[in-house]
């Protein structure tokens, strides 16, 4: 997790960096506008300073620059970068269609550090090709599913590797099921349950899948145009099941309209032994329940919190919800990453897992719910 490292490494960078982290902020007011506080958390971080804002809106980037506390104010990115010369470029936009485009630009401008909202591209030809290209140029780029950054994990992992609660048989996982439910919910809201697969369950191998839509099997007269710019997608409804490296099954649904929406927003480790329950953007982020989870009586335990101090133990981070939620962990963990060469804790590469986890999806059901192998 590098939480503690992140931290002692920022400390080192405030006292030998003579001068601040120069940050470039891109946004579109009206077209995903400035995401979940990617602009703003630089504010919070005294290592860097906000040197320039692009957004094409007039007015949003005049409520922008105020926000900011910022003078130079562009209506065109790239305008931006060559006058501004970012070394951190925040891609802010929730719609994803302009991901690429933008994060293209900066890479190709030199800028040390990118941090973009997620999901991160559109497709995993743009996710290699960003990849490639951040590698070539040694630009880290790192995505803002923040609850990758949560510093309870390590200990979750802990935890389950140690055996107490048993052998991991399987991973089970939902959207959140509000409106969005189906192919909207898997790329803007499962894709954050997507990227944590890896750190439980090792790199996906392959998926199998079904989408129905309004109760019946979706076809391709089904498809629609999603919103936020993720292009097009289908149905209402999703189950998936994605093999593993480690052999332990991560399973995934989403239903429009499920019911109390966000309460199955996370996903469920099942062991022999116990249940992890990993909630997304919620604090604490993780229970955890011992007993057979098969065999309920009287002699299972009830829930109890695990925090980054350990399990039953009181969350030793006062902060710990602007660390993770307001993003402050992530960027400095970007920041870290710079400066000790190693790729962010959720970099490009991991980014690009998901996307084909969700790819991957649409294709098993196209192939009538086949298994579909997922590229390393």
Not at 47 to 67: F, H, T, Y
Not at 103 to 126: D, L, N, Q, W
Not at 262 to 288: K, L, N, T
Not at 291 to 316: D, I, M, Q, R
Request: hydrophobic share 40%; charged share 25%.
């Amino acid at each position: 997790m590098h939480m503690a490292a992140n931290g002692l490494a920022v400390e080192v960078l405030r006292a030998t960096r003579s001068t601040r982290w120069k940050v470039g902020v891109m946004g579109n007011t009206g077209r995903g506008n400035y995401g979940h506080g990617l602009d703003t958390v630089w504010l919070r971080v005294p290592e860097a300073e906000i040197a320039g804002v692009s957004d094409p809106d007039a007015a949003g980037l005049a409520a922008a620059q105020k926000r900011l506390n910022v003078q130079a104010g562009f209506g065109d990115f790239r305008e931006m970068l060559e006058r501004v010369q970012p070394e951190l470029v925040v891609v802010a936009s929730r719609h994803v269609d302009m991901h690429f485009e933008m994060m293209k630009a900066a890479i190709e401008h030199g800028v040390r550090g990118i941090y973009v909202e997620k999901p991160f591209v559109r497709t995993s030809g743009e996710g290699r090709s960003i990849l490639t290209l951040a590698r070539e140029r040694g630009t880290k780029v790192a995505i803002a599913h923040r609850n990758r950054y949560h510093p309870a994990l390590p200990e979750a992992l802990r935890l389950i590797r140690s055996g107490v609660l048993g052998k991991p048989l399987e991973i089970r996982g939902r959207g959140k099921e509000d409106a969005r439910g189906g192919g909207q919910d898997l790329w803007v809201l499962g894709s954050h349950l997507l990227n944590l697969v890896p750190v439980f369950a090792g790199n996906p191998v392959g998926c199998s899948a079904s989408i129905f839509e309004k109760g019946r099997e979706a076809t391709s007269s089904d498809y629609k145009e999603g919103d936020e710019g993720i292009g097009s997608i289908l149905g209402d409804e999703i189950h998936a099941r994605f093999d593993t490296a480690s052999g332990v099954p991560f399973f995934f649904s989403s239903k429009k309209n499920a019911g109390d929406k966000s309460a199955g927003f996370g996903f469920q480790v099942i062991c022999s032994e116990g249940i992890v329950s990993v909630r997304m953007d919620a604090e604490p982020m993780i229970h955890v329940r011992r007993g057979n989870p098969f065999l309920p009586s009287a002699e299972t335990a009830s829930w109890e919190v695990l925090s980054s101090g350990g399990l039953g133990k009181p969350e030793p981070l006062e902060n710990i919800k602007e660390l993770v939620a307001g993003h402050i962990a992530p960027v400095r963990d970007l920041i870290e990453s710079i400066t000790s060469d190693r790729q962010p804790l959720c970099g490009a590469a991991d980014g690009l897992i998901t996307i084909r986890m969700i790819e991957s999806v649409f294709e098993s059901h196209r192939q009538g719910g086949v298994r579909v192998t997922i590229a390393s």
